[in-house]
């Protein structure tokens, strides 16, 4: 079922779960996290960045088959552009079919991030499509810039912005940062900010970067209020492992089987997490 990330993400709200957000970049891992959604009974999102989309192939050519695959899932699926920094590129998302788009303005000042979002918000209801909103700066590992104090979400800031816009879900930052961290490092939380937000919105809230955050600190995310989680890094490198692998097996390559088996490795991880959301036997 094709549907908007607004209705699965309104349950879990209700249910204090969380809906799994996979960032996906062509057919094979947008068909890993259908068929683990699948085994599991589970709603989820099929994130698809606007980086890997300009990069690529755009968002028409690529996304009209994926949500053709949505459409015949047996669980619910969304399809939502992940940072969206571009207005116009994401209008274009919209006209092309995404059920959802997050409009991410938090490089601007807050007026500016509450008057771009809002224009979003109203434009997104043509199309009965959900709004996801960002306030406050995540980090990145891979440019060596995890986030610190400077960059976590200023609650009353939040509070403010989802008042005013109308979004459908707010992403926050409160100590996850995008990419691989180093082997045995967990990021600290501040969950104090989960929790003022929460208390006074009572909408959605979502946590970028959840690949390697650790299984505790997920889990009082989403007893405190996180309704959807992003992960990207661990499941693309489940699927980088899948590929050494075989190529250590086998001194011919089969590239059919070897793409085969990033699936299944990328099937697995989705599971694993959407195990870890609570979420399984949720979907409508």
């Known amino acids: 079922m094709y549907v908007s990330m607004k209705g699965m993400l309104e349950r879990a709200n209700k249910g204090k779960y969380a809906v799994m957000a996979i960032n996906c970049f062509n057919l094979e891992t947008a068909k890993a996290v259908i068929l683990a959604a699948q085994e599991l009974r589970a709603p989820v999102i099929i994130d698809l960045l606007q980086d890997h989309l300009q990069a690529h192939l755009g968002s028409k050519l690529l996304t009209q088959p994926i949500i053709e695959m949505a ?10 552009l992940d940072h969206g920094k571009d207005v116009g590129f994401v209008k274009r998302c919209l006209r092309d079919g995404f059920s959802s788009v997050m409009m991410d303005a ?7 991030n509450i008057e771009i979002t809002k224009k979003m ?12 909103g960002e306030i406050g700066n995540i980090g990145s590992v891979s440019r060596n810039n995890l986030t610190n104090d400077e960059m976590y979400t200023d609650p009353e800031a939040a509070i403010e912005y989802a008042r005013r ?6 992403a926050i930052s409160y100590g ?12 600290p939380f501040r969950f104090d900010i989960v929790e003022k937000i929460k208390a006074d ?3 959605p809230l979502v946590l970028h970067g959840g690949s390697g955050c650790g299984e505790a600190n997920i889990k009082k995310s989403i007893a405190l209020g996180i309704n959807k989680i992003n992960v990207g890094s661990d499941f693309m490198k489940a ?3 899948s590929i050494q692998e075989y190529l250590k097996a086998n001194e011919t390559v089969d590239y059919v089987r070897l793409i085969q088996g990033t699936v299944d490795a990328g099937k ?3 599971k694993y997490y959407i195990d870890l959301s609570e979420s399984t036997g949720k979907s409508l």
Not at 106 to 112: T, V
Not at 121 to 132: G, I, N, P, R
Request: glycine content about 6%; cysteine-free; aromatic content about 8%.
């Open 71 to 80: 459409r015949n899932a047996s669980v619910e699926v969304a399809v939502n």
């Open 268 to 270: 697995e991880m989705v």
């Open 165 to 170: 816009t109308g979004i459908d879900a707010l």
């Open 106 to 112: 938090s490089a601007y000042p807050l007026e500016q």
């Open 121 to 132: 918000v109203e434009f997104a209801q043509t199309y009965d499509a959900s709004v996801e």
């Open 201 to 203: 919105t009572n909408i």
């Open 239 to 241: 699927q980088v492992n």
């Open 176 to 187: 996850s940062s995008h990419g691989d961290y180093p082997d045995g490092y967990v990021p």
